[in-house]
């Protein structure tokens, strides 16, 4: 007996691949999803949701996951756990390896996500969540009045710090050069900010507080100096950008320059059969609810798909 082959394999359990499971599985696909070692994608990570519409109140990540998890089960959605090490999409049924084991499909839907890239701190992973963020349109809101940190200097740090600026009051953006990378115009927009100051050419040695398990300050160095100086916050928001979790499919699917994968027409990638949802293909929104949507479309665009090659 040879591996069966699934109808739909999709990979990844984050919003985009939940609802990729949630909408196959009620179009009677049996899809298996194989959902990585961690559950959940970028939203584990994240204390309290609340721009997620449907929950008043806002619900916790983890809790969102887990519902879209029950619900995708609850119409025949099937997981395994494990990351796949290996794919092969050059020819159809397509191959995935998941710890030395074979998985065979007629249709792939990529959902891996993308991981924000981070300081490398220790202290910075034990706050994350409580006052560390990589999201400052998810996590924004919550630093009413208070004063922020955020670290970067490209576009996406310069719009957080400008976003930042409705809540917090005061923004400080560190930079571990002497110029932005930012466009000209973003640049203009920072600097004629009276909320948002910049501290040139420095370094982030150490995030505190982790002995009281929440952010109270962060410690830069001065660049070539061995002394710390310490600027109190409330919040530290990481903007050095994502990597999108994409290597698995290293030259056998188009992606751009910064590795993301191209979709056409939807969700289609470069190889017939196979879509890509969620931040794996997004690098502008990168919302919850976004993911969710796309992993809608990849669903039903495999459903057409599998009903045309029989």
Known sequence: MGTPTEEVIILGSGPAGLTAALYTARANLHPLVIEGNE???????????????????????????????????????????GDATAADVSRNPFTLTVDNDVHK?????????????????????????????????CDGFFFRDQKVAIVGGGDSAVEEALFLTKFAAKVTLIHRRDKLRASKIMQERIFANPKIEILWNRTVADILDVSQGKVTGIATRVDGSTSLETLACDGVFVAIGHSPNTKLFAGQLEMDERGYIVTHNGTLTSVPGVYAAGDVQDHVYKQAITAAGSGCMAALDVERYLENHG
């Open 39 to 81: 559950t959940g994608g970028q939203l584990v990570l994240t204390t309290l949701v609340e721009n997620y519409p449907g929950f008043s109140d806002g619900l916790m990540g983890p809790e969102l996951i887990s519902r879209m998890r029950q619900q995708a089960e609850r119409f025949g959605a099937r997981f395994v756990k």
């Open 105 to 137: 499909t007629k249709a792939l839907i990529v959902a891996t996500g993308a991981s924000a890239n981070m300081l490398g701190l220790e202290s910075e992973r034990k706050l994350l969540g409580h006052g560390v963020s990589t999201c400052a349109t």
